[in-house]
């Protein structure tokens, strides 16, 4: 029931480094005397995770693991607070060099104390927080795009491959068909094969499961013909001998990763930790259930079990329930949801790809902008 903000660590994680609200707060009984540290501090971790700071633009307070950091009242040096945050990443540098790591990891403070950073002009202050602002400002807009990319396709897939509104055990399956936002030619589909709706089975009636062969880790190699998948959600390794064909499902049967689905389109080893699916079933496209398994793999993931190494049982992906839309309008939906990944795996890649060039140029141009030669003391300035 706080009304001020109290800042921790999971603060940035969670809402970067221009905070104006906290995650959790305090009332004011819990300040106990203690003063808020005004609007336009700075925050910076000089205890357990070194080097991470925030520009606080509240009055609020932070836990133990930050020191405050804010311009004296009687200072009258012109300085730029934003101007003293872009600095503050090269300090946080030079803390995470100037450690004493002997039992708890802490910032040398005598040393801290003393370390000088330049402060030209305020105008030149302000004018480099300009362009700094802009690369920043840029990488926001990416991050932001990214997200509203991964949404928008999670969005799609959950819509195509939801038909629990008309399974044809409701006797409104018909009148809610038509509520649905489908695209038109899968609409068009569903009102003329599945005019009452669609039938459900359980996994378990209409796929086999198969669990891979173990290799020991000491014959696995950097570089092969065949990677092994096991446990996690990239190759284990690589083999000269495969023992699984593609195209295949697979699902992740332990370790972290356990419930995690992949789609393979080369030849494999598939290892004791792999289950690879197979259709027992004509009624089913094999795309289309690849799509619904990974639609459904937040639940596998939860399924997981045992208090050492996470495992997935078989009954796990068995009981779950998958829709049976007459073929061609699963074919429909596994085209639409191809298309939609060919173009967000393009954005997904591209997006990443453009951050991490705009992160490298930033970085490039905040070092060249925060550095400045000292002052000679005594020598004149050639005009």
Known sequence: NGTIPWFRI??????????????????????????????????ISTTATIGEHALLIVESLANQQFTFLSKKANCEIALDMKFFFYQCFLLGEWCKKNTNVSGFASVDMTAFKKYKFPIPPLEIQQEIV?????????????????????????????????????????????????????????KTLLHTLAPKGVGFRKLGEVINILKGKQLNKELLLDYGKYPVMNGGIYASGYWNEYNTDYPKI????????????????????????????????????????????????????????????????????????????????????????????????????????EIKARKKQYEYYREKLLTFKPLTPNKEVKK
């Open 10 to 43: 999971e603060d940035l994680r969670e809402n970067g480094r221009i905070l104006k609200d906290s995650i959790q707060h305090i009332t004011p009984k819990a300040l106990k005397g203690k003063k808020l540290f005004p609007k336009n501090s700075i925050i």
């Open 130 to 186: 300009k362009i700094l602002d802009a690369f920043t400002e840029l990488n926001t807009e990416l991050n932001t795009e990214l997200k509203a990319r991964k949404k928008q396709y999670q969005y799609y897939q959950n819509m195509l491959l939801d038909f629990n509104d008309i399974n044809q055990s409701h006797k409104d399956a018909k009148e809610r068909l038509a509520q649905k936002p489908y695209p038109k030619r899968l």
């Open 250 to 353: 697979i699902i992740s049967q332990g370790g972290a990763s356990a419930g995690y689905v992949n789609y393979m389109t080369s030849k494999f080893w598939a290892g004791a930790h792999c289950y690879a699916i197979e259709l027992n079933s004509e009624k089913l496209n094999y795309k289309f259930l690849y799509y619904f398994l990974k639609n459904s793999q937040t639940i596998l993931m939860k399924s997981q079990f045992g208090a050492g190494i996470p495992a997935l049982n078989k009954a796990d992906i068995e009981t779950l329930t998958i829709p049976i839309p007459p073929l061609e309008i699963q074919q429909e939906i596994v085209k639409i949801l191809d298309q939609f990944s060919i173009l967000t795996t393009d954005l997904l890649a591209g997006i990443p790809a």
